[in-house]
Nanobody, 114 residues
Framework: QVQLVESGGGLVQPGGSLRLSCAAS????????MGWYRQAPGKQRNLVAA???????NYADSVKGRFTISRDNAKKTVYLQMNSLKPEDTAVYYCNARLDTLYWGRGTQVTVSS
């Protein structure tokens, strides 16, 4: 069983930065592939960035060059550094973890607005 808690969301002006954190409980965190997804009002949930247990990463085209996903296995935490934020990045951001089961956090709101 894995529980995920996201934090770090908030209101930021266009061009600003935020760092999201996803803290995991449970064992074998280091073996899980981790991901960040986002869901804007009225839209489906989409992948933002993912990192495998081995450290390989992939990103949605819309965030490449602006967002960076990383993980700290000792702290059982995955991060999403978001730079050069745009209004279209506004969404609820969710963390997930996958091994043999898929787990989701409850999300953290990110609002980019002047």
């Amino acid at each position: 069983q894995v529980q995920l808690v996201e934090s770090g969301g908030g209101l930021v002006q266009p061009g600003g930065s935020l760092r999201l954190s996803c803290a995991a409980s449970g064992s074998l965190f280091r073996l899980h592939d981790m991901g960040w997804y986002r869901q804007a009002p009225g839209k489906q949930r989409n992948l933002v960035a993912a990192i495998t247990s081995g450290g390989s990463t992939n990103y949605a085209d819309s965030v490449k060059g602006r967002f960076t996903i990383s993980r700290d296995n000792a702290k059982k935490t995955v991060y999403l550094q978001m730079n050069s934020l745009k209004p279209e990045d506004t969404a609820v951001y969710y963390c997930n973890a996958r091994l043999d089961t898929l787990y989701w956090g409850r999300g953290t709101q990110v609002t980019v607005s002047s």
